[in-house]
């Protein structure tokens, strides 16, 4: 009887989200086999595997970013990760191009202290915005890393808590990317964004309404 009225709450749920016309979620759970929309940067290889967004990087800095997602501004965007070689991941947000954008990085190991960093990349060069030690990040687990922007602040989480912030004012608006550096072999199991600086008129299919749910499961799913 409980499982019936779960299941009735859940489609009542989901027909509210489908007739909202104002809804300002979006989620890529890459369930569908395909990474359309996404635009990947340098050498590396990216594919849909492992039922994740893959990469297998050769050059110093890549990504793979949304190109519709470009002209968003304030905005919350989250994944959920495994790093199976190489020393770092992360997202990337207010991405202009691949020399202008911010970054929330997780290292395996990085500068034997700190491993998780806000950066700023501006026409190239790299600033550190903020820095912390989380202690031992362990390759071939899952972890789930958001970053909230709005206005000049940036937050950083891991895991559901708050580990980091940071503050810029270089770049107002940009999009959504993920990747890593040269000999990174990673996974995104699903990239989500949610925010009132996610333009009204961007294109939200009704898949992606659906897997907002589906994406609030599997974060509590068991690690793989």
Known sequence: MKTRIEILMLITILVALLSSS????????FEDGDAKGWTPTGRGAWKIEKGGYCAQLVDTWEESFLEESKDWTDYTIETKCILYAGRVMGIYFRFQDTMNNYRLNLYDNHDDTFNFYIYKRD??????????ALGKIDPNK???I????????????LNGELKIEGADKRFKKGGIAVGG?????????YVSAEGEGIPK????????????????????????
């Open 22 to 29: 104002t809804l300002l979620a979006w989620i890529d759970d």
């Open 181 to 189: 550096e040269s000999a990174t072999n990673a996974c995104f199991d």
């Open 146 to 157: 958001k970053a909230e922007i709005y206005g000049d602040s940036f937050k950083g989480y």
């Open 123 to 132: 026409a190239g060069a790299y600033t550190e915005t903020a820095k912390v």
């Open 142 to 144: 899952w972890y789930v």
């Open 201 to 224: 008129s961007f294109p939200v299919e009704s898949k992606n309404i659906l897997t907002t749910t589906w994406a609030n499961i599997k974060k509590g799913e068991p690690q793989k």
